[in-house]
């Protein structure tokens, strides 16, 4: 037995192609309209920009600042202008060798290049005192960086003490004074490296760079500064122990 269904007849329309149901919901290509455009007021002072693709002018080839043209002329005028990287670090490398080569005479210290204080060679003598200390053996850097901040904190202490009103003695001088005058203890500590270990001989050669530093920084120490002339003996008793610490560091 079989069974019959109704089938509603196809109808086409006049065009001659059929519309299928879901034909119908297929998305439609768009005509691109044009970009935008903000209105510009017409009082307002800033320059309109277009959003426009392909709307920018191209300039010629070499007209820019890599090319060449005056931006790149001003730029490089500018860069030439500009002062040398150590200078803006504060580093000086000519006063550096100035100072230090004032301290090799204990007896005639210069002490105007030593009004303009500076961290610099300082830092290159501690540097270099904790190399040597390394190749016999010892790490001391920081035992070194903390006595060179306690000697110059008591150095300041008792100078401006002794001085009293009259001393105008900063800290920051003090450092540097008492950083450059550590070159005689750096010469004993690379002295040392060929010496033999005990013995009168190296106690007799670190005597005698002791002497050299104290009388380097009690001479500086007065001339940078006032009102230390009087208690010069008192100056020279602090310096020495403490020159006395960095020879012991390098003794034993």
Known sequence: MTKEFAVP?????????????G????PQRRVPTAPF???????????????????????PYGA???GGGPAASSGAANFDDEEPLLDELGIHPDQIWRKTKSILNPFRVNPTFHKDSDLSGPIFLYLSLCLFQLLAGKIQFGVI??????????????????????GNLDLHTCTSVL??????????????????????IRFLVAGVFVIWATRACTNLMVAVADGGEE????????CFLIYTLFSLLVIF
């Open 9 to 21: 007849p196809v109808i086409f329309p006049s065009g001659g192609n059929p519309t299928v149901g």
């Open 231 to 238: 208690h010069r003996g008192l100056i020279a008793y602090a």
């Open 37 to 59: 455009q903000p209105q510009r007021p017409s009082n307002s002072g800033i320059p309109f920009m277009s959003f426009e693709i392909g709307s920018a002018p191209t300039a």
């Open 23 to 26: 034909a119908s919901n297929m």
């Open 145 to 166: 960086l903390g006595w060179i901040v306690v000697s110059s904190i008591f150095l300041y202490v008792v100078f401006n003490m002794l001085a009293g009103r009259n």
């Open 179 to 200: 950083g450059y005058c550590l070159l005689p203890v750096v010469m004993l500590s690379a002295i040392s490296l060929f010496m033999p270990q005990g013995g009168p």
């Open 64 to 66: 820019g600042p890599i």
